[in-house]
């Protein structure tokens, strides 16, 4: 890449992908409502129109955020890499990039991912997390893993991804909580495994958490000893503005954020410039009751052929490196 640019400002993300299902049909998973046959009625063409919407989304967020370059997209709601592999076929920013993803034990089959920037991002080590709910305090059953991404971003300093989709709000806020505290819990454990060892590290985390940044579960997972923030959501700003990424019972939240170690103020190298919510017009719906609300690929069994039920969240990043940093880690 030879000498890094101080100043140059990247960018990550984060998109639910709102059931990016094939079309076949895998005996394992519950998946038999997404396929030609199924009451969704998934057929190859829908396929192929979302994944050119998708593709196209995270072009034009490339687009409109001038001159700043994609560093890493983070994922859910995908059934498996082919779907992951088909997107970084198309035409677009997307086209060639690197993809990290395991198969999780969801019983609908959809997953977590990371794709990422070839020329920008080098991975050096990837592993699924598991998260186990115990269920009626005797069954134990599996909700999507967690994804732990380490590497070395331009060339100059190691970061690590996070990347979660916690358990839905089915079943009531109030009586599902105790699932998303559980995956707090082990999110937690998997970012003090990082700092363990590398008390600095720079560690972004970001998902799908199916819950606000002043939910009991988010502030659990920034603050678990109650005296010490160690985390910051860059999301919190953008929530008490009142924006959302996902209109969830005729009311806007903010399940979709982004979270990150404070050496991603203080230290030098990539720092954390802002956060925002993706809501250009053409990612509405554009009349009727949920105007304005994210035009989704479904509205209950109808097909509506838009591209997600979320928008998507994004992160900017400036690179301000020390001299020794500016020509790379040897």
Known sequence: MGQL????????????????????????????????????????????????????????????????????????????????????????????????HFDSPDLRGIDVGLLYNQSLFRPTHFQKQKVPLLKDRTEIIYTRDLLVVSGIALESERIHF??????????????????????????????DSITSREPEAKIIVMGDFNDDPVNESILQLINPKANNDSLINFSNTSYHKGIGSIAYRDKWHLFDQIIGTKSLIHQPGLQALGFGVYTSRYLQTSRGRYRRYPFRTYAGLQYQGGYSDHFPVVLELIFKPTETMEYGLK
């Open 5 to 100: 640019k101080r100043n140059k400002r990247y960018w990550v993300g984060f998109y639910n992908l709102e059931n990016l299902f094939d079309t076949k049909n895998d005996t394992l998973v519950r998946d038999d409502d997404r396929t030609p046959k199924g009451k969704y009625r998934w057929t190859s063409s829908r396929l192929e129109t979302k994944l050119k919407n998708i593709s196209n989304v995270v072009t034009r967020i490339n687009l409109e955020l001038e001159e700043t370059e994609w560093l890493g997209l983070g994922v859910c709601e995908v059934e498996n890499l082919e779907l992951l592999e088909a997107l970084t076929t198309r035409n677009g920013i997307l086209k060639n990039a690197g993809i990290i």
């Open 162 to 191: 996070v990347i979660a989709h916690w358990p839905s709000r089915s079943g009531g806020e109030k009586r599902s909580e105790w699932r998303r505290k559980t995956a707090s819990y082990y999110t937690r454990k998997a970012i």
